[in-house]
């Protein structure tokens, strides 16, 4: 099928569409653009933004947040609280309640029982889920009735909204996935790419890092959503490229993320065919330090895993002299403009969260360090690059394909070889790179480089969950087929036991002191070089409305509300 053909179609029906729907489907094909195409439909077999957002037009979550960071109920009646019962007074349990006649897209009905089975699909002990945080404490989930949900944590959890809930939590069909446990989830491939979900709409085709196509999902629970009947959502090009086709040519509806040098998307904006949309929320664009060593001649399967530290990236004076030699001022005035800041925290949002403790990183130091390395042993050679017991300071630095990451690459590599660091760059297209496939060589999961650059955040305000991310068990390896959050391979014992009182803590004041805490032990490891805090940066045409960029969870996380506009 020929999506341009499509498109065009689409442009015509536009035309034609009412100011709002009026019944489902009304307004014909809408047309988004991720130009990291998507590789997969199920969030919990990927860390890939582009992925868990593709996933969140089919399949939903209890609860999510909204653009302000409100939990707001979806596929639940309301937001269980201590006041309304739904919490325990002990704080060990919460009680969700299913909104009465939820189907699934192929018209049975949702039950406690799905998410009973999502739960034991995350947690199965001989697989590997990229979202595994979100059950972190759980004991239990059970079914107490047909719409009833009780999830019993192993202690005191005051803040309980982690399974679930959000888009990288949502609720599996277990009728669909029941083949899929443990090892055998990245082996469903029908499964993991057109999952029958409870979203507005409907997987029709899928074409891994190509295109999805979607259609209006026929039992979606409100009658008169989503507006648009059919959904294409194209993959590939670059940043600057998908921004045109939304600001300049219009030859799709909405584009995400945005990363474009900020004088280039000021030019395209002024056609005056779209509007650029920003919000502020958790996202950090940073470095991750490989602390285990990725040198091919290990294997497979022995490389980058904690049987083989790396041979000096687990130094702390060369991984600070390597964030002191950056100058994230340029970085954000050369790649970002007002939608970067600079910053030296992992968790940078909201402020109640922000550690006050990381400045020394803001300013560049170069002779700092210098000195540093000077005083750790490695000395310039000939030729400028430090050496020490015959081993070259030499690192290979790679990160996804985009101008702004090339950009900031080319910059820091300049720098660091000022410093005498010997700097490879390899940039890897983001469909890959991000796509979490565990046979390929090129993911930020298998991590076969030295240091990698990307973003993420996490949904909603609460960080819990994401430092979760950072526990030893995290780590991708082998037996997960290469899932899980701590792509540094960073471990601390002492890192994991005030997680887990993290878990137990209540009050918003004592949890942010925690947090700050995990937070720094992070920042100042030697796996980790925060850069530059990031606002979502997406472009929509002038005739889709309803779009309300959320910060806080899936961009796509109202697209039932989208309509086309006159």
């Known amino acids: 099928m020929n999506y341009r053909h499509m498109l065009a179609g689409a442009a015509i029906a536009g035309l034609m569409a009412p100011a709002a729907w009026a019944e489902r489907g009304s307004d014909g094909q809408v047309n988004i653009l991720y130009w990291q195409a998507i590789s997969i439909m199920n969030p919990f077999l990927s860390n890939g933004t582009k992925d868990i957002e593709a996933g969140s037009l089919v399949l939903e979550p209890l609860a999510r947040f909204n653009e302000t960071g409100v939990l707001v109920p979806y596929l639940a009646e309301d937001i269980p609280t201590l006041e309304n019962g739904g919490i325990s007074e002990d704080l060990t349990s919460i009680t969700w309640t299913l909104k009465e006649g939820l189907l699934w897209s192929d018209g049975t009905p949702v039950t406690a029982a799905d998410a009973v089975f999502t739960w034991q699909y995350c947690t199965h002990p001989e697989g590997g889920c990229a979202q595994a945080p979100n059950f972190g404490g759980v004991s239990n989930v059970e079914a107490v009735d047909e719409r009833t949900i009780r999830i019993t944590f192993d202690g005191p959890k005051p803040y309980p909204y982690g399974p679930l809930v959000g888009g990288q939590s949502p609720v599996l069909q277990a ?90 998307l000021t030019q395209m904006a002024a056609a005056g065919r779209g509007e650029v949309l920003s919000s502020f929320g ?22 980058s895993t904690a049987a083989h530290p790396h041979p000096f990236l687990t130094d702390p004076d060369v991984v600070k002299a390597l964030s002191l030699a950056i100058d994230r001022e340029i970085l954000v005035e050369t790649g970002y403009g007002a939608a970067g800041q600079v910053t030296c925290n992992l968790v940078p949002a909201p402020d109640f969260n922000a550690s006050p403790n990381n400045d020394w990183c803001k300013t560049q130091d170069m002779e700092e360090a210098k000195r540093l390395l000077d005083e750790a042993g490695w000395v310039p050679g000939s030729d400028g690059i430090r050496e020490k017991d015959g081993r070259r300071l030499s690192i290979l630095y790679q990160t996804s394909t985009n101008s702004v990451r090339q950009g900031a690459q080319a910059l820091i590599k300049q720098w660091w070889e000022e410093l005498g660091v010997e700097t490879e760059l390899r940039n890897i297209d983001a469909a890959v790179f991000f796509g979490a496939d565990p046979g390929s060589p090129d993911t930020l999961q298998k991590f076969y480089a030295d240091v990698e650059m990307y973003a993420n955040n996490f949904d909603g305000t609460d960080p819990e969950k994401y430092l979760g991310d950072w526990i030893c068990d995290q780590a991708p390896r082998p037996e997960t087929q290469w899932q899980g959050g701590n792509t540094s391979r960073f471990c601390s014992e002492e890192f994991d036991a005030l997680l887990a009182k993290l878990g137990s803590t209540a009050g918003q004041e004592a949890r942010s002191a925690i947090a700050i805490e995990l937070n720094d032990m992070i920042v100042n490891s030697t796996s980790f070089i925060p850069l530059i805090h990031r606002g979502r940066v997406s472009v929509k045409s002038n005739s889709l409305g309803g779009v309300l960029l959320n910060s806080w969870d899936s961009e796509l996380w109202n697209a039932a509300d989208w309509y086309r506009m006159q």
Request: proline share 9%; net charge negative; glycine share 8%.
């Open 175 to 264: 009728a669909q996935f029941e083949g899929c446990l443990g090892a055998n989830a990245p082996t469903c491939t029908e499964a993991n790419t057109m999952p029958i979900g409870t979203g507005p709409f409907v997987v029709t085709d899928f074409r891994a890092n190509d295109v999805v196509l979607l259609e209006a999902n026929p039992n979606f629970r409100d009658p008169d959503k989503p507006a648009f009947q059919t959904v294409v959502l194209k993959g590939g090009g670059d940043p600057a490229s998908a921004a045109r086709s939304v600001l300049e040519t219009g030859e799709f509806d909405y584009a995400w993320n945005a990363q474009v040098e900020p004088e280039i």
């Open 282 to 303: 958790t996202l950090v664009e940073r470095i991750h330090v490989n602390q285990t060593d990725p040198d091919p001649s290990l294997g497979e399967g022995m490389r």
